[in-house]
């Protein structure tokens, strides 16, 4: 079993609020999945400047992952004044003054000229807050957010790192089973070689001792699988090394996983032997289960 190990998942969602009494905001951070770290951010209209500060707040605690970045602004109801246009409406009497004495159009009544869109208007009495004190307040307020997807990634990554220690000694296991089936299937298809040799002979074709020597060599260089259980159980040394590293190791064992599927194919391919084929598809299997856990870490 791997020792306590810092790993992190690649998946999480977090959300911080703050505010100032006047006005409110909240900070919501989704990460799922990805080759590299891709961050979006959706910001509020007036508030683009925050990006190359959420940007760099992002990058300097997460190494992988597709990250969305969203800030909401909200207003405490007495914080709102209500306001009239006065330029606005202004341009509507005197538009309504042309217009005037038409029979076809009934005159414009004050109230209507007031429901207008844009004449009457709400004022955000924290307008006049200092925006680098605003900024500062709403960046605290982001530093939480991400501490608490940071938690609940290394939280789902400690998981990951039991299951990947599982499939690892599963996979250790299947190659100590390959590596003792390996003399037997050796022994077995010598003999089977014999056997058909003998008839062979027995059938009026005779085959030279010296040619028979030849195709037992052959036989035991092409059914050799000693290479792949040797690479098989470095691979597993090499995985378990990196579990016990932590940190943004999801890329080296994405490549064991490879390696691992490469060697085991190899193993197949050369069995020719039902018990050592069985060994082989299982080990096909616990590998694909390592690698799908092993494209969750950071």
Same mark, same amino acid.
Request: hydrophobic share 45%; net charge negative; charged share 25%.
């Given at each position: &079993?791997?020792?306590?190990?810092?790993?992190?998942?690649?998946?999480?969602? /977090?959300?911080?609020?703050?505010?100032?009494?006047?006005?409110?905001?909240?900070?919501?951070?989704?990460?799922? =999945?990805?080759?590299?770290?891709?961050?979006?951010?959706?910001?509020?209209?007036?508030?683009? #400047?925050?990006?190359?500060?959420?940007? =760099?707040?992002?990058?300097?605690?997460?190494?992988?992952?597709?990250?969305?970045?969203?800030?909401?602004?909200?207003?405490?109801?007495?914080?709102?004044? &209500?306001?009239?246009?006065?330029?606005?409406?202004?341009?509507?009497?005197?538009?309504?003054?042309?217009?005037?004495?038409?029979?076809?159009?009934?005159?414009?009544?004050?109230?209507? &000229?007031?429901?207008?869109?844009?004449?009457?208007?709400?004022?955000?009495?924290?307008?006049?807050?200092?925006?680098?004190?605003?900024?500062?307040?709403?960046?605290?307020?982001?530093?939480?957010?991400?501490?608490?997807?940071?938690?609940? #990634?290394?939280?789902?990554?400690?998981?990951?790192?039991?299951?990947?220690?599982? #499939?690892?000694?599963?996979?250790?296991?299947?190659? #100590?089973?390959?590596?003792?089936?390996?003399?037997?299937?050796?022994?077995?298809?010598?003999?089977?070689?014999?056997?058909?040799?003998?008839?062979?002979?027995?059938?009026?074709?005779? &085959?030279?001792?010296?040619?028979?020597?030849?195709?037992?060599?052959?036989? /035991?260089?092409?059914?050799?699988?000693?290479?792949?259980?040797?690479?098989?159980?470095?691979?597993?040394?090499?995985?378990?090394?990196?579990?016990?590293?932590?940190?943004?190791?999801?890329?080296?064992?994405?490549? +064991?996983?490879?390696?691992?599927?490469?060697?085991?194919?190899? +193993?197949?391919?050369?069995?020719?032997?039902?018990?050592?084929?069985?060994?082989?598809?299982?080990?096909?299997?616990?590998?694909?289960?390592?690698?799908?856990?092993?494209? =969750?870490?950071?």
């Amino acid at each position: &079993m791997v020792g306590a190990s810092r790993l992190s998942s690649m998946t999480g969602f /977090a959300r911080a609020s703050g505010g100032d009494g006047a006005s409110g905001w909240s900070w919501e951070i989704k990460s799922v =999945n990805g080759r590299a770290l891709d961050i979006r951010c959706r910001l509020p209209q007036g508030l683009e #400047r925050l990006e190359p500060t959420v940007r =760099n707040a992002v990058s300097a605690r997460l190494r992988r992952g597709n990250v969305t970045v969203g800030l909401r602004l909200s207003q405490a109801p007495e914080s709102a004044a &209500m306001r009239v246009n006065r330029a606005w409406l202004d341009e509507l009497i005197a538009l309504a003054a042309e217009y005037r004495g038409r029979d076809d159009i009934a005159p414009p009544r004050l109230d209507g &000229m007031l429901a207008l869109r844009g004449v009457i208007e709400t004022a955000d009495s924290a307008g006049d807050a200092n925006p680098a004190q605003d900024d500062g307040a709403m960046l605290e307020t982001l530093d939480a957010a991400l501490a608490e997807l940071v938690s609940e #990634r290394q939280a789902e990554g400690a998981a990951l790192a039991t299951a990947l220690t599982n #499939r690892i000694e599963e996979i250790a296991a299947l190659t #100590r089973q390959a590596e003792a089936l390996a003399p037997t299937r050796r022994e077995a298809l010598g003999a089977r070689l014999r056997e058909q040799v003998a008839a062979l002979i027995d059938a009026g074709a005779p &085959m030279p001792e010296d040619r028979l020597a030849s195709e037992l060599a052959l036989l /035991a260089v092409k059914i050799d699988v000693t290479e792949e259980i040797d690479r098989l159980k470095s691979h597993c040394a090499a995985a378990t090394r990196h579990l016990r590293e932590g940190g943004a190791v999801g890329r080296k064992l994405d490549f +064991l996983a490879q390696e691992f599927n490469r060697e085991a194919n190899t +193993l197949c391919s050369k069995a020719s032997h039902a018990a050592l084929t069985e060994v082989g598809l299982a080990l096909k299997a616990a590998i694909d289960q390592f690698r799908e856990q092993a494209q =969750n870490v950071e």
